[in-house]
């Protein structure tokens, strides 16, 4: 695990505090939103094997542009990523008429992760200092722990009956853009591949309280193609470029790739592009839904930890 | 969830506390144990899918005597738990020799649950209080909860890199079985019936753990008996008597039942038996080996229960 983000109003030797604003930037791994000016617009849709429910709130349907044999609609995280940033606009300022409180985020990074080579630049160059991850994270207040990772977050996510303060923001992506696509969930059988601490586990745990029937696949499985084609939903989260074949896929699936994997390419003016852990070009062929990478998840995160920001900062403040 | 357990070594105006002998015995919930006379025997063997581990510790094999078509060999928890209190009378009375110290375990009841007629007769005579489960839960400290419910512990169960300071009962139990019939888990594919906060979900985490690909059956799946059937490894704990059937199951899988079920039974002196969540008589001609109910799991809780209080003592005593 790379980063620890928590909420703080205080300033501190190791961690940046930094106010909300109304702009879009990235500065030292805090990220501010800006307000949309177009609304998304809004179109209806059925996908082929499972039943999507129109909403007056969906984003628009777009077909994965990848040839003439592609049928899956693309999920778009940016789009996605936009209409929340713009809920939380709202949010944040009412709060600040209401009581004078913007939320804060203060971010410390440990350790290094090689989810992108922009990431680790960043991180390399932000990241000197060498810390016990677990001792951090249990230091962090739970009140503060915006990623969701302290394990009693993650316990309360196991349990039945139990209500998380936070949940991780990558896996709780995940599941906002089944949502915000109105793809059923309940009673359906989910594939989730990976299972790491910050977005496997916690994303299978997430399924299975919306009553989807999981699947955990992984390094020691022995036949992941034949348990990911059962199932009517797919998470990816292993980092392997392209791993998920067309043919791992059942026709009619909706995929969630949560991979961002560099891989080598002459073409590009970096050397390299980044693609997924689901081989794309065949996936939209069979499946009926897709995220693509970049594109996807991966706004969808950021966006996802500025909602935990704001609901601790509710939270301290004893707002709804 | 119906009883909560915890040790500690002050009395206490809610809680019996009684130190552990060496006479087996129950009271008010407290569970001791005795030394056996004859250790177990040993005879390895070999079961039709799963690669099974000789091992001069594996205890005798029998074959369940369902009728000439039974194949599968039981799993006898009645004689592991013999094997297992052996042990834990053996550590006792080495820390007792050494430090002075005897581990102590006290229970308080909370609630109903119907897993047998006894129990709950018991726990209606016993627990008359009324108790909010959850606050009773958080207030035990992480280091006596050796029913292993807390959220902090079922957190660390879950999150790979970290160690729960206990792990619950009944799953352990379930695994400590499956382990002493030196049933190999890592790489098979596992069903876990049932995913209630004490059974299912941490049996399924545990699974996980030893690298299993797990699968979570649940009232909300729709194919239960498709996913149970390309299982090597069945943990049912579901509490639907007789619920899985002979073509539920895998030629030569594991079956763990962890149900006890009472059903009328005019036959009997009490006006019912105990069943399992499994057809007994259609599983053990399919299966490589199977549980009984009773004398499966049941008596595996109770010392694992013992187990947890035994570690409890030894880490509070800083013992290794």
């Given at each position: 695990m790379a980063s620890i983000t928590f909420t703080d109003y205080a300033?501190?030797?190791t961690a940046r505090l930094l106010p909300f604003t109304g702009t879009n930037f990235r500065s030292n791994g805090v990220v501010f939103f800006r307000r949309l000016v177009n609304p998304l617009s809004v179109r209806t849709t059925s996908f082929r094997s499972l039943t999507i429910r129109s909403s007056s709130t969906s984003p628009p349907v777009v077909t994965a542009a990848m040839g003439s044999e592609a049928v899956a609609k693309v999920i778009d995280g940016k789009l996605v990523t936009k209409k929340i940033r713009e809920e939380i606009t709202a949010e944040v300022s009412k709060m600040k008429d209401e009581i004078g409180v913007v939320p804060g985020l203060a971010v410390i990074l440990v350790g290094e992760r090689k989810d992108s080579a922009t990431y680790v630049r960043n991180k390399k160059k932000a990241c000197e200092s060498h810390m016990n991850e677990q001792k951090i994270l249990n230091a962090v207040s739970i009140e503060k722990d915006v990623d969701g990772f302290h394990p009693l977050n993650i316990g309360r996510l196991a349990m039945r009956g139990r209500e998380p303060l936070f949940v991780p923001c990558t896996p709780k992506g995940c599941i906002e853009l089944l949502h915000r696509y109105g793809v059923e969930i309940k009673g359906k059988r989910a594939a989730v591949i990976?299972?790491?601490?910050?977005?496997?586990?916690?994303?299978?745990?997430?399924?299975q309280r919306e009553d989807a029937t999981i699947s955990i696949v992984h390094s020691r499985t022995k036949n992941p193609e034949e348990i990911t084609r059962q199932a009517d939903i797919i998470i990816a989260a292993v980092?392997?470029?392209?791993?998920?074949?067309?043919?791992?896929?059942?026709?009619?699936a909706v995929i969630i790739d949560v991979g961002i994997n560099p891989v080598e390419d002459s073409k590009s003016a970096r050397g390299y592009r980044l693609v997924g852990d689901v081989c794309y070009e065949e996936a939209c062929k069979v499946a009926s839904a897709i995220t693509p990478v970049p594109g996807g998840v991966g706004p969808m995160t950021i966006a996802m930890l500025l909602s935990n920001t704001l609901s601790s900062a509710k939270r301290i403040n004893n707002l709804q």
């Open positions: 300033s501190s030797a990976g299972r790491s601490n910050i977005v496997g586990m916690p994303a299978a745990l997430l399924l980092g392997q470029p392209n791993m998920v074949k067309g043919n791992w896929i059942k026709p009619g």
